[in-house]
């Protein structure tokens, strides 16, 4: 079965500051993950995925299949970062079928 | 262009009630996923059509569940005898491609269903 954990339901830093947000995965296989954000009163959207080995809107996630995480960093958090933040992973399936973790929710203070 | 979108987006059902949620893939969309999210909780899969094929309904929880896509566009799930366990967001997705590439989905507002 696979699995996806994100420890933190709430996180807090203030603009400027570095912020993580954690997400570990249990898969037998070699997993596909993706960060998902949802944005206020907006539908759920597509962040960074590990494959694309991309930096969107500052953020970046590196995949340590040692530690089977895919933690998501920002060195500067901005107060649009704000969101709910899911961490998701996609296996066992060549369709793409997404298991998500309980998600994060960002709170970037002034 | 236009994304997914859903319809209806709130619903209020009376326990016992029969429902139907709408999911518009965007168009030309070959994958489409139906996901359930539980308030604090992060989506579940329900099912996944390729086309009008549904090749996965495995997350289906009992079958009072049930979904279909005809014509390879528009998705329709449906609830029969609705429960109040059944309260959540409904979730549609779609995404361009099949096969090996797991390219974007992309996700629509949800149906938010409340059954009293």
């Known amino acids: 079965a696979q699995r996806v954990t994100q420890p933190e339901k709430l996180l807090s830093v203030f603009k400027g500051a570095p912020v993580e947000l954690k997400c570990n995965y249990s898969y037998s296989g070699s997993p596909e993950l993706f960060w998902y954000v949802q944005y206020s009163r907006q539908r759920l959207q597509l962040l960074l995925r590990h494959i694309s080995r991309e930096s969107i809107k500052g953020f970046t996630a590196d995949l340590n299949k040692g530690e089977t995480s895919f933690h998501l960093k920002k060195p500067f958090a901005q107060e649009e970062d704000s969101a709910m933040y899911y961490c998701?992973?996609?296996?066992?399936?060549?369709?793409?079928?997404?298991?998500f973790g309980q998600g994060t929710i960002l709170t970037v203070h002034p | 262009g236009a994304g997914v979108s859903q319809s209806p987006r709130y619903k209020v059902a009376k326990r016992g009630q029969d429902v139907a949620l709408r999911c518009d893939p965007i168009s030309g969309h070959v994958s489409l996923f139906w996901y359930q999210q539980a308030l604090g909780q992060g989506p579940e899969f329900l099912t996944y059509f390729q086309n009008e094929a549904q090749l996965d309904k495995s997350g289906l929880p009992s079958d009072r569940f049930f979904a279909e896509r005809p014509e390879g566009s528009v998705s329709t799930l449906k609830i029969q005898r609705t429960q109040q366990e059944d309260s959540a967001v409904y979730l549609c997705?779609?995404?361009?491609?099949?096969?090996?590439?797991?390219?974007?989905?992309?996700f629509g507002p949800g149906t938010r269903l409340t059954v009293l």
């Open positions: 997705a779609s995404s361009l491609l099949r096969g090996p590439y797991r390219d974007t989905q992309y």
């Open positions: 998701a992973l996609a296996g066992g399936t060549s369709y793409g079928k997404l298991t």
